[in-house]
């Protein structure tokens, strides 16, 4: 989020399905009782767990992407295999 601000802006902003079911409620309440440490820890979880679904799909994208690409550049050897097996069964 901090290198992306458009993709900050649609994560904590009706973009995003948890906005209005649970984020924005949180920061109305949060408002209308500044001081109130409660309030305050309510909607931090609810805006942290709000962006985090949000990022969720994203995230698993760039594991699996991420995971992906080592895969491609581990290059199996059937003779490398041959040889660890044999070291092994020694």
């Known amino acids: 989020m901090s290198e992306d601000k458009c993709l900050a802006s649609e994560a904590t902003g009706c973009d995003n399905p948890a906005y209005d079911k649970t984020m924005l409620p949180a920061l109305i309440r949060y408002l209308e009782r500044p001081t109130d440490k409660d309030k305050q820890i309510e909607f931090m979880s609810e805006w ?21 690409d080592m895969n491609d550049s ?14 092994v069964n020694l």
């Open 74 to 87: 581990i290059k199996y050897s059937p003779r490398i295999a041959h040889d660890r097996n044999l070291r």
């Open 48 to 68: 942290k767990e709000g962006v985090t679904i949000y990022f969720k799909s994203s995230m698993i994208e760039l594991f699996e992407s991420a995971a992906s």
